[in-house]
């Protein structure tokens, strides 16, 4: 085994698995030119209006303080306007996603009848060396936590809010595999299916589980390959040789050690990542692995909320925008790992 403070590891790609991110930045920020290329611009621009309520909305979901409680919020807006910010953040998600996908994805046409592919699961002969799965897992999981934040700021009540973040995250990743079915260039993948309903599984878990949430995190740790930086091609979607995908349990998440004054500030974390697969010259590396991972991790936030923010009762909107971020990522040198090479 081998110890680290950061992963320096290693893009054939479905549509399915960078559609999930671009559904949650979509959903949540609504980036409107965030995507590149002059083809899908047009596109995205003709639901210009529904796309701009949709970020307003976001961002005031994410800025405000959530309560478990949200029928005082649904009932202090009309049913009209409830329906209308409803309708944005499902559009502004899934509306960009589709768009982007017609003009980038599948714009090589129709193959003329669906078609299916075997990926395999997390297999060393697999593509990804399951990374993609676990990245279809994590994107679906954090798509459907963010999303329902946003559902609930919209005047739906905590429940119906997490039932439509769920369904309109895996709605509208099972629509991007269908259209792979019938694409010219991809195939519909069973498995990316099956990994996308275990990702709004946990996440609906999680929304309906405080004490689950207050224990756990599932993050992303992304540190460039190196054939990523020599192909050019960094990016912690696509590079799935850079990418560690952890689950970590808190201190702060048990009782007896939450307010111990040093422990309070670790975490035990468990993890997988694949390495030396994509991106690559056409051929995966020959020395192509993967690992399981293990060992401590800082909890960053609960080290900022007692230095930086003050351990303020109220929360501002930074530390609630920043503790948001951790919640879903690690950040590079944080964590001391154990790999073991299956």
């Not at 090589?108 to 897992?137: I, P």
């Not at 004054?261 to 056409?282: I, M």
Request: charged residues 20%; hydrophobic residues 40%.
């Amino acid at each position: 085994m081998n110890m680290f403070l950061y992963f320096d590891a290693n893009i054939r790609m479905s549509p399915a698995f960078p559609a999930m991110a671009l559904f949650v930045v979509s959903s949540l920020f609504c980036l409107s030119g965030a995507h590149a290329g002059s083809e899908s611009d047009d596109n995205i621009s003709a639901s210009s209006v529904v796309f701009t309520q949709a970020k307003r909305d976001a961002i005031a979901a994410l800025e405000t303080p959530r309560d478990h409680g949200g029928s005082a919020r649904a009932a202090a807006l009309s049913e009209e306007d409830k329906r209308l910010r409803t309708r944005a953040l499902i559009l502004g998600g899934a509306g960009t996603v589709l768009a982007y996908g017609a003009t980038v994805w599948w714009k090589d046409g129709s193959s003329g009848h669906f078609r299916t592919t075997n990926e395999g699961w997390f297999g060393q002969d697999t593509y990804t060396g399951g990374a993609d799965k676990l990245g279809h897992a994590y994107f679906t999981y954090a798509g459907t936590r963010l999303l329902s934040s946003a559902f609930e700021w919209a005047g739906n009540d905590r429940d119906d809010a997490i039932v439509l973040s769920a369904a309109t995250v895996f709605g509208t990743m099972l629509a991007v595999e269908t259209l792979d079915g019938f694409s010219e260039r991809y195939k519909f993948s069973k498995e990316d299916v099956i990994m996308n309903a275990v990702g709004t599984g946990l996440g609906l878990l999680f929304e309906k589980n405080k004490r689950l949430d207050d224990l756990f995190d599932f993050r992303l740790h992304y540190w460039p390959s190196g054939d990523a930086k020599r192909l050019d091609e960094v990016g912690p979607i696509g590079d799935h040789s850079g990418q560690t995908y952890l689950l970590v349990a808190k201190a702060t998440g048990i009782t007896q050690l939450k307010n111990h004054d040093v422990l309070r500030y670790f975490e035990l974390a468990v993890g997988y990542g694949s390495r030396g697969y994509e991106p690559n010259d056409g051929a995966p590396a020959l020395d192509r692995s993967r690992h399981v991972y293990f060992g401590v991790s800082l909890n960053i936030s609960e080290i900022l909320r007692n230095t930086v923010f003050g351990n303020a009762i109220e929360k501002s909107r930074s530390q609630r925008v920043t503790e948001t971020v951790l919640e879903y990522v690690q950040v590079p040198g944080t964590a001391v790992l154990a790999a073991h090479r299956l």
